[in-house]
């Protein structure tokens, strides 16, 4: 398989530089050269695998010859095994709600699936080539702690993680402060998500900077992150429709950067049986905005709600999505970006529009209306949500056939939770005794200049 860019300007790669380039070297995305399709045979016979063997079939078409089969094996069983739950990411029935559970990794959120995969992934990739990477990511909270799990302690790599000071809940920064490996930095910058992950695709833009420093992607500009959460949609789904490829089902995703429900449009464009895919947003509304309007335009701020890790304006991957929508027009896609960074906004014509409201529908949840369903949801069945789960799940009402993406633990937001029953959740081992721990990062201004000047000095002084 190979590898473009949706800006359509770097020749193509295969699956192990798609991983270490992280964003193209064209500031687009990577998109593999075709997607895999899946046959119902295939469907059927999918529906009794464990997740591990599910992944293997479902990225086996995406990574080819590049990693022998079993080799793949092993880095998926490894990444799994840290997981608390044997089937990794269990359905459960909620008070008529189908519950998709993505917590039960190391950090107890969905960036486990795919970043616990990754660490691994880089390391094998790393021992082959006798290379190393420095990893560069943006965080609202659960991206961060993941990544760093992921690589925390592994040779070859060193970890810089941006997130926005005091805008991610006081367990998310626990979590990622209170690791204390060498390899692993932890920087707090004075801005939004939106800041921090603006500085990350500004200085993977600077190529001489980014080559010289082998500087490497975690967020879910990785391709490799979209494949690994694509896997959960297919697992879903066996449990749902028991391999019947008749059967239909739709998902609600909670949604910020666009990552976890591009993930599910991969699936369904793989040839899932998905009848809806919910885009399910809080306050920050754009992309609800988008799916009525087919407007995608930022406002003025990026609002600071109870759903701290959806606080995004401008969610990366939908340059993916637009990709598709365009048909693989590159051309467009990168006019569309132009008309972005000029005006802060880019629209797509009725015939388009269309596709999109037949590919997603969207609601935007407030954060009363968070608070009302994590009430409710308790009340009607003792069963705790996570704020942006309760996102979802609000946004998905009325459906049928739904599966709720749950993406983290309730108790890494005790504050929301709080508020809408006056209790907090039982924290899992994982979480517990984080805030008496000793912690280490630095504050930076939400500039380039002054994340690219720690990055230097860091790195060099660790030669
Ligand atoms: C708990 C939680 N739910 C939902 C989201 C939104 O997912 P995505 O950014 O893939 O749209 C995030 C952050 O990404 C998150 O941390
Ligand atoms: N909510 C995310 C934001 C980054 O998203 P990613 O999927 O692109 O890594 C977070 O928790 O950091």
């Known amino acids: 398989m190979h590898y473009l860019s949706t800006r359509g300007g770097i020749a193509p790669i295969g699956f192990a530089d798609a991983v270490m380039m992280g964003l193209a070297t064209d500031g687009g995305l990577l998109i593999p050269a075709e997607i895999p399709e899946v046959t119902p045979d295939q469907l059927r016979a999918w529906a009794g695998l464990s997740f591990q063997e599910l992944a293997l079939e479902v990225m086996t078409p995406f990574i080819g010859e590049e990693i022998p089969r079993e080799d793949l094996r092993a880095l998926i069983d490894r990444s799994y095994a840290t997981f608390a739950h044997p089937q990794v990411t269990p359905l459960v029935e909620v008070g008529g709600n189908r519950i998709l559970e993505l917590f039960h990794g190391p950090t107890a959120a969905f960036k486990d699936v795919a970043l616990q995969f990754l660490g691994n992934l880089f390391e094998y990739l790393l021992a082959r080539s006798g290379g190393r990477l420095n990893i560069l990511g943006a965080t609202s909270g659960d991206t961060g702690s993941a990544a760093i799990y992921g690589v925390r302690g592994k040779e070859r790599i060193q970890i810089f993680i941006l997130h926005p000071k005091g805008r991610i809940s006081p367990i998310q920064e626990r979590q990622m402060t209170s690791v204390l490996d060498e390899n692993v930095h932890n920087i707090a910058v004075r801005g939004t998500f939106d800041d921090a ?7 993977f833009g600077d190529l001489p900077f980014k080559s010289a420093y082998s500087l490497g992607a975690v967020n879910s500009i990785n391709w490799a992150r979209i494949l690994a959460q694509s896997v959960y949609y297919f697992h879903a789904w066996a449990r749902v429709s028991g391999g019947d490829p008749e059967r239909r089902v739709s998902f609600s995703v909670p949604t910020g950067n666009f990552g976890d429900v591009f993930a599910g449009y991969l699936a369904k464009r793989m040839g899932l049986p998905v009848e809806r895919l919910v885009i399910a947003t809080n306050r920050n509304d754009i992309l609800t905005r988008f799916v009525r309007t087919g407007d995608y335009a930022v406002g003025d701020r990026v609002y600071q709600t109870l759903s701290p890790a959806m606080d995004i304006q401008i969610a990366s991957n939908f340059e993916r999505y637009l990709y598709y929508l365009l048909d693989g027009d590159s051309d467009r896609v990168r006019a569309l970006f132009e008309d972005m960074r000029s005006s802060g906004r880019l629209e797509v014509d009725a015939s388009h529009h269309r596709r999109v409201e037949a590919d997603f529908a969207a609601a935007a949840v407030t954060d009363e209306e968070t608070l009302e369903q994590i009430r409710s949801t308790y009340s009607s069945s003792g069963y705790i949500l996570c704020p942006h789960t309760a996102v979802g799940v609000h946004a998905a009402r009325g459906m049928r056939d739904v599966v709720c993406l749950a993406t983290a633990h309730p108790a890494k937001f005790a504050e929301a939770v709080g508020e ?33 000047g720690h990055l230097q000095g860091a790195l060099e002084a660790a030669v």
Do not use: F, H, N
């Open 197 to 203: 992950q603006g500085i990350v695709k500004s200085l």
């Open 420 to 452: 809408a029953i006056g209790l907090e959740a039982a924290q899992p081992p994982s979480l517990q005794g984080l805030m008496g721990k000793e912690c280490r990062c630095i504050e930076l201004d939400a500039t380039a200049e002054a994340v690219k």
